[in-house]
C-alpha cells in the first residue's frame, strides 16, 4: 500500500477537535459498510453557522485523519457551506488518500451531513423529507434509531 503523506500523517498523530460537546445541537453518526469503523460528530450550530465542532472515531488511520481535517473544514461555516464539502474535497485537503483508503474520507462526510439533518429536525421547521433532501441523505442511510 501507498505510504500516507505528511498531512495525513500529521492529522491522525494530532487530531484536532476530538471529543464531545455536551450541549451540541446537531449529532451525527455513520458506520462505514466496508469496515465497520465509526464516526460520530458533534455541532454547535448558531444563526445558520457551525461555531463549534468535535468527533469521535473508532476507525483506522485514515478515517481519523479525515475527520480531523473535515472538522477544522466546517468549523465556522454556514450549513450551506458544510453541506457542500464532499469526501473528495476531504482527500484533496489531506492532500490525497492511497486509493484503497478512499472509502475512509466517505465517513466525514456522511457524518456531517447527518449531524446537520439532525440539527434542522430538532428545529422542527422542515419535514423529515425535505430535510432529506437538503443533506442530501439516502434512505438506506437513515439511522433505525433517530430517524436520521
Ligand atoms: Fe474503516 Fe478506514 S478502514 S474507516
Known amino acids: 500500500m501507498e505510504p ?86 476531504v482527500v484533496n485537503e489531506l492532500g490525497g488518500l492511497p486509493p484503497v483508503k478512499l472509502h475512509c474520507s466517505v465517513l466525514a462526510e456522511e457524518a456531517i451531513r447527518k449531524a446537520i439533518a439532525d440539527y434542522y429536525l430538532k428545529q422542527g421547521v422542515m419535514s423529515k423529507q425535505e430535510v432529506m433532501e437538503k443533506c442530501k441523505i439516502k434512505p438506506e442511510e437513515g439511522c433505525q434509531k433517530c430517524g436520521v
Not at 500516507?4 to 476530538?18: D, F, L, M, S
Not at 478515517?63 to 465556522?76: D, L, N, R, V, Y
Open 4 to 89: 500516507y503523506n505528511e498531512k495525513v500523517i500529521e492529522n491522525y498523530a494530532n487530531p484536532k477537535n476530538v471529543g464531545k460537546i455536551e450541549d451540541a445541537n446537531g449529532v451525527g453518526e455513520v458506520g462505514n459498510p466496508v469496515c465497520g469503523d465509526i464516526m460520530r460528530i458533534y455541532l454547535k450550530i448558531q444563526d445558520n453557522k457551525i461555531i463549534d465542532v468535535k468527533f469521535q472515531t473508532f476507525g483506522c488511520g485514515a478515517a481519523i485523519a479525515s475527520s480531523s481535517i473535515s472538522t477544522e473544514m466546517i468549523k465556522g461555516k454556514t450549513l450551506e457551506e458544510a453541506l457542500q464539502i464532499t469526501n473528495k474535497d
